[in-house]
């Protein structure tokens, strides 16, 4: 058997919305890990560009230059289909290009190196995810492939498995997929306070930059199940931020009676200025929002009070406290029945979101010791590195039992939905209901499964998973013949559903292989192979850069005093031969380009060292 002794830890990945962050456990303890550009969060955005794919910061650094080909929030595509009311929203507003591919799965259209590409949102969450194991690898010193990646609890199954695909592409082994509010519970340790104790109830406010999640889980003996979880897909720091924008594009209007509303360029500088200026006001009373030249040469300036942006949000702020109300109501426990309420997002910075929530528990302590961005990687790296087999204490004290995100059942007349398996049974788990046919001498059934909470199957609540024909059931008056149907989920969440007429004895069984936006084996095989593809071509466009700046910097290091001439010639030679060569070699392998670099630092070793 293999020694456990140098195993290659595993990481905890919040793939979040705007942001991601990814932590490990490691010294007795879960460690943020920091990019490289020294932030513990990392914007989930790609780019493309003429020269290559950006990543990050990066990528969106560059987002006002390249806004049609900077791609972002795709977790707000990954699993739905593009004709979702809810992606057609989404898209409607983003500067980049959306468009229906295969069984209408939405396809992210750019350029790339002049070529015009389409990308799953599965592929772009797997270049978010690339970045979050580099920025891993880069800080541990080793190669990774074990992850948990975190989703909010609301994602239904066809969500979760696009996710662990996004994983996949990214040549990461997804151990779990796990649930945003149960990974901050667990960093926050709950799992260990009710150890010895009774069942506990733990509230988790997640407000972050675009979603707004509130979700109650029961805690007992280090257990976790999510009793009830809700939340606005669209409610978030970013719709703060526009309404921020639009009071200036209002006092814009009014100070200089120019509409900006027309300039994205000008909007997106607004939004920049306006976003920083709310987060000052999570701080100080008062601040400025300035841009110089926003609009036909205009420069503006303003002041705004921490009073007047609550105000402005007023409505906004209000709705939290209503689906607090709404998630205790699903749950049906009264808000004194609550014991911990913990915070996550980075809009809980906001004094009076905190202020909210705490007059709304009557003063009870909130928990945000744990910076709010990131206390679901934390969560997330405890429980990756318990299925890691670590053998640290606190890791392995940890159980988690998963539950179902949605409720599971079948079409029945009418186009209801009879539920077999309710919202959040905890899995995995076999339960059976009976079904009579529904009409006269009915010698077939079609079982057609769903998951969802809308009482009917075909509206835009819930999805359709799977059907089958369950035939040669014995011709009798309706409701007669009796059917069982048994649905079965294993540890991983994988659905089987199957049938049996009680006097024909005929069975039939689907074992759900998620369709609507789902990939298939092969598709996932092409889109590694693609990954690996991309990878390879970023890193060909590193060494390029690296080989071009040493080149440079020996040409201008060539005119440093104290050189004789013929020394100063040698450089400048060189540095010019390697930069022709670039030029003419666009094309040029990455062992080319190394070969290169070696050489130019083997003809000057003491100055490239200098560098
Ligand atoms: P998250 O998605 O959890 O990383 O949260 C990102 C959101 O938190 C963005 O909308 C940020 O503008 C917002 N945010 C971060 N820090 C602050 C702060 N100090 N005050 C107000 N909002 C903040």
Not at 170 to 183: F, Q, S
Not at 222 to 233: I, L, N, R, W, Y
Not at 375 to 400: C, F, M, P, S
Not at 413 to 433: A, D, H, Q, W, Y
């Amino acid at each position: 058997m293999a020694s456990r002794r140098n195993i290659a830890p595993a990481i905890g990945i919040d793939l979040g919305t705007t942001y991601s962050c990814v932590a490990v456990w490691q010294n007795n303890r879960a460690e943020i890990i920091p990019n490289d550009q020294g932030n513990r969060i990392t914007p989930s955005c790609v780019a493309f560009t003429e020269d290559g794919r950006l990543l990050g910061d990066a990528a969106k650094n560059q987002t006002d230059m390249n806004p049609t080909n900077t791609v972002f929030a795709v977790k707000r595509l990954i699993g739905r289909r593009f004709s979702d009311s809810s992606a057609q929203n989404d898209v409607k507003y983003w500067p980049f290009k959306v468009v229906a591919g295969p069984s209408d799965r939405p396809r992210i259209v750019v350029n790339y190196r002049g070529v015009e590409k389409q990308f799953y949102a599965e592929e772009i969450s797997s270049m978010v995810l690339v970045k979050m194991k580099e920025v891993a690898e880069t800080y541990l010193g080793c190669i990774l492939k074990n992850a948990v990646i975190t989703v909010p609890a609301y994602f239904n199954d066809s969500q979760r498995q696009a996710t662990k695909n996004a994983g996949a592409i990214a040549g990461l082994n997804v151990m779990r997929i796990m649930d945003e509010p149960t990974a901050a519970a667990i960093a926050y340790g709950f799992d260990k306070i009710t150890k010895d104790s009774k069942k506990k109830c733990v509230l988790i406010f997640d407000l972050g930059g675009g979603t707004f999640d509130v979700s109650l889980l029961s805690v007992i003996h280090g257990k976790f199940v999510v009793q009830a979880t809700t939340g606005d897909t669209h409610l978030g720091g970013e719709d703060f931020d526009d309404r921020l924008v639009d009071h200036c594009v209002k006092e814009f209007k009014k100070k200089y009676n120019k509409d900006i509303t027309g300039n994205a360029k000008s909007l997106r500088r607004l939004r920049t200025a306006c976003e920083r200026a709310k987060r000052m006001l999570s701080s100080s009373v008062m601040t400025s929002i300035d841009v110089d030249y926003l609009y036909d040469g205009v420069d503006f300036s303003t002041r705004i009070s921490r009073a007047r942006f609550e105000e402005l949000n007023k409505e906004l702020f209000m709705r939290c406290t209503d689906l607090i109300e709404k998630c205790l109501s699903d749950a049906t426990i009264d808000k004194t029945g609550v014991d911990v309420v913990v915070l996550v997002g980075g809009s809980t910075r906001i004094p009076k979101i905190l202020e909210l929530v705490q007059d709304f528990f009557k003063g009870k302590e909130l928990c945000k010791g744990i910076h709010p961005d990131e206390a679901v990687a934390y969560g997330a790296a405890i429980l990756a590195a318990n299925l890691n087999g670590q053998r640290d204490k606190e890791v392995q004290k940890l159980v988690l039992v998963d539950v179902t995100p949605l409720s599971l059942g079948i079409q029945t007349l009418g186009r209801e939905m009879s539920v077999v398996v309710p919202r959040n049974t905890p899995i995995p788990t076999k339960l059976k209901k009976g079904f009579e046919t529904s009409c006269d001498n009915q010698t077939s059934v079609r079982i057609a499964v769903y998951e969802g909470e809308s009482a009917e199957t075909e509206t835009k609540y819930n999805n359709l998973l799977g059907e089958f024909l369950i035939d040669g059931i014995e011709p009798a008056p309706m409701g007669v013949s009796k059917l069982d149907v048994w649905f079965d989920i294993d540890a991983d969440g994988i659905l089987t559903v199957s049938a049996k007429g009680r006097s024909s004895g005929q069975k039939k069984k689907i074992v759900i292989t998620r369709q609507n936006g789902d990939l298939t084996a092969a598709e996932i095989q092409k889109m590694i192979e693609d990954a690996a593809h991309y990878k390879a071509e970023d890193e060909k466009h590193k060494a390029r850069i690296s080989l071009e700046d040493l080149a440079e910097k020996l040409k201008s290091m060539a005119m440093d005093s104290g050189r004789s001439a013929s020394e100063m010639k040698t450089m400048e030679e060189k540095a010019e031969n390697v930069i022709a060569w670039l030029e003419t070699n666009h094309h040029a392998e990455i062992g080319e380009i190394n070969k290169q670099l070696k050489e130019l630092k083997a003809t000057f070793p003491a100055l490239c060292e200098e560098n």
